[in-house]
T-cell receptor
Framework: DTGVSQDPRHKITKRGQNVTFRCDPI?????LYWYRQTLGQGPEFLTYFQNEAQLEKSRLLSDRFSAERPKGSFSTLEIQRTEQGDSAMYLC??????????????FGPGTRLTVL | GEDVEQSLFLSVREGDSSVINCTYT??????LYWYKQEPGAGLQLLTYIFSNMDMKQDQRLTVLLNKKDKHLSLRIADTQTGDSAIYFC????????????WGLGTSLAVNP
């Protein structure tokens, strides 16, 4: 399978705990994106990387959230001191990172987080 | 402002055509996308259209873009039960497509 993969697929945690999600993009894709999707909503952009550089962060990404892509390949999204409002599906996508053209984003299956 | 709107539900009979509509507000959008999301699955890109095009056809899918009215539609011909899913319209906010703004999704139910 050469698509975008995410791990874990489901995570249940207690309020106040820290959680970390991993995303493995399609190999050779330079850009990697994180989105959050709550029930009945479309995805909301959180942040994106061009190789290892984090180039944009949404206002939605509070200081409890941190994302890394240390070697320009896989990425991790960590949420510290989780709150019930963090319960959502966290989606990762990757793209070639062309300077022009569609630069289509391909999505992983998501990690569903439930904070009790 | 950034806003993409879609009707929330559509129900059709198997074999009929489905038309899902979307309106967007940012006239500087360069690409507009249709994604499909099935339960338990990731978002799947169906098709996209560049903002200087009026129409794009891809097998059973036809995308129409009215740039003047900022209206986008997706027509699915000969709708099948396997087409039942949520369909999202998304617009890119810059020429490099680094950030997509999404609608709430249209839930398509196909009845046999």
């Amino acid at each position: 399978d050469t698509g975008v993969s995410q791990d874990p697929r489901h995570k249940i945690t207690k309020r106040g705990q820290n959680v970390t999600f991993r995303c493995d993009p399609i190999s050779e894709h330079n850009r990697l994106y994180w989105y959050r999707q709550t029930l009945g909503q479309g995805p909301e952009f959180l942040t994106y990387f061009q190789n290892e550089a984090q180039l944009e962060k949404s206002r939605l990404l509070s200081d409890r959230f941190s994302a890394e892509r240390p070697k320009g390949s896989f990425s991790t999204l960590e949420i510290q001191r989780t709150e019930q409002g963090d319960s959502a599906m966290y989606l990762c996508a990757s793209s070639m990172g062309q300077g022009s053209g569609t630069d289509t984003q391909y999505f992983g299956p998501g990690t569903r987080l439930t904070v009790l | 402002g950034e806003d993409v709107e879609q009707s929330l539900f559509l129900s059709v009979r198997e074999g009929d055509s489905s038309v899902i509509n979307c309106t967007y507000t940012d006239s500087s959008s360069t690409y507009l996308y249709w994604y499909k999301q099935e339960p338990g699955a990731g978002l799947q890109l169906l098709t996209y259209i560049f903002s200087n095009m009026d129409m794009k056809q891809d097998q059973r899918l036809t995308v129409l873009l009215n740039k003047k009215d900022k209206h986008l539609s997706l027509r699915i011909a000969d709708t099948q039960t396997g087409d039942s899913a949520i369909y999202f319209c998304a617009e890119s906010m810059d020429g490099n497509n680094r950030k997509l703004i999404w609608g709430l999704g249209t839930s398509l139910a196909v009845n046999p």
